[in-house]
């Protein structure tokens, strides 16, 4: 059933192709992507670590100082990236602003994301697009990562798949043409990346009635 689902919903991907990438905005969103990455060894600069709270929407999450200073700390190219289910559990320790903990999974994926581009992000429109339900914050933590470990695991293996495929070689490489002047030379999105905007396209496209059915 879920491989009908994708199959369908690749072909949608690739029938509104014209309208997701004209909803992608190439400076706030292309562009700024491929600055974070070029300027990723300035993780420990306030400015940086400002931008970059922006483009991922981390802000609103309201995290808090300690937060930020065990994340971006883990944001360096020098050192190991850090596995996934470690860092959750590290980033887990510092409560929000709101005196409470949270399971920052999305922030983690993206995390690991910027330092191997070859990795997939997690979030709410990537979980919509593939029907996949977040497990319960009344579970144990330990369950709860161990769930969403298991749908990233699957999202590793469904972009290779893709890729591998070919099911969207047409919007990757249309995207590739059409913000080749937001690439830098050379460029910082990997086809992993561009599936993600695809898919992060799509569906907000979706939520607001405008994709073609």
């Not at 860092?87 to 995390?111: E, I, M, V």
């Not at 593939?130 to 999202?155: G, M």
Request: proline fraction near 5%; aromatic fraction near 14%; include cysteine.
């Amino acid at each position: 059933m879920l491989d009908r689902w994708n199959r369908r919903m690749y072909a949608l991907i690739c029938k509104n192709e014209q309208a997701i990438l004209t909803a992608t905005d190439p400076q706030k969103e292309v562009q700024k992507y491929e600055s974070l990455v070029s300027k990723i060894g300035e993780a420990s600069n306030p400015q940086y670590q400002d931008e970059y709270k922006n483009f991922w929407q981390m802000k609103r999450a309201h995290l808090g100082n300690s937060f930020d200073q065990a994340y971006f700390s883990a944001l360096d190219l020098s050192k190991t990236i850090p596995a996934l289910r470690s860092l959750c559990q590290t980033l887990y320790r510092f409560p929000r602003l709101r005196g409470d903990q949270a399971l920052q999974f999305s922030f983690a994926t993206k995390l690991r994301h910027m330092l191997n581009r070859q990795l997939p992000i997690y979030d709410d429109r990537v979980a919509s697009f593939y029907l996949f339900q977040p497990p319960s914050t009344k579970l144990p933590l330990r369950q709860r990562v161990n769930a969403f470990i298991v749908f990233h695991n699957f999202l590793i293996h469904e972009y290779k798949r893709v890729l591998s495929s070919g099911v969207l070689a047409k919007p990757i490489a249309a995207f590739k043409q059409h913000f080749k002047q937001q690439f830098n030379d050379p460029p910082a999105h990997t086809d992993v990346k561009i599936i993600d905007w695809l898919i992060y396209g799509f569906v907000r496209l979706a939520d607001k009635g405008k994709i073609a059915w």
